[in-house]
């Protein structure tokens, strides 16, 4: 069972529920908002590569894919799906030079460990979180993952998110067979686990490869579900 908190210093009254209802402005226009963002791919999809090379842009305050604005702003990965060795093997292989004084990571987490996540976002300024992947940090294990109380920890990654004005992201993986990988469009029915794991999310993209008609070359599509 998880163990629920309550959130210190939360509105109670109309008027000052109103009042912190302010328009909270995205951390990259067009791209990434406020609150708790889920990005799901096949197995091998370049989930991890993408990601790193948009922390990499926010780190600099770089624009992204050629057309995203960043801010330069200080990032947090927390990294459970690879091994330290495979990230440094990829990251000198995409060449990837993030700014040092905004970047940082952590390579241990569990759904209980959220009062020091709370304290990495505050003591380090942090505004934009990744979380790699949903599955390990849930222990690797189907019956966490498919349980709705799952749900709830994904409840509280929102919440945290609106309440310190940041973006998390949630790296989570799709449930497809290898036929349906190369032909069928991305839907949220294609998304491993409990239904309340998107439901709890403010936006959720998809990420995966479509082989193009007679020819034996892939586009990577990244598609808004929510």
Partial sequence: TMVDFEESDMPETFDEIMAKKDQKEPVIDDLLAVGLTLICGDGSSGKSSILYELVESISNGTTFAGQFHTKQMNTLIVQKDETIDDFVVKSRRMDLQPDRNF???????????????????????????????????????????????????????????????ISIILVHHLNRDQKKQLNRVVTKNDIYGSGYIYNGTS????????????????????????
């Fill in 103 to 165: 970047y940082r990571m952590k390579w241990n987490f569990h759904p209980l460990m959220i009062p020091e996540l709370i304290n990495w976002i505050l003591t380090w300024k942090i505004k934009v979180v990744v979380l790699d992947s949903l599955y390990e940090i849930a222990g690797g294990t189907e019956k966490d993952i498919l349980s709705p109380e799952f749900g709830l920890f994904i409840y509280r990654l929102n919440k945290i998110a609106s309440k310190h004005n």
């Fill in 203 to 226: 936006d959720c993209y998809a990420f995966w490869k479509m082989k193009e008609e007679d020819s034996s070359e892939y586009r990577w599509i990244l598609k808004n579900l929510k």
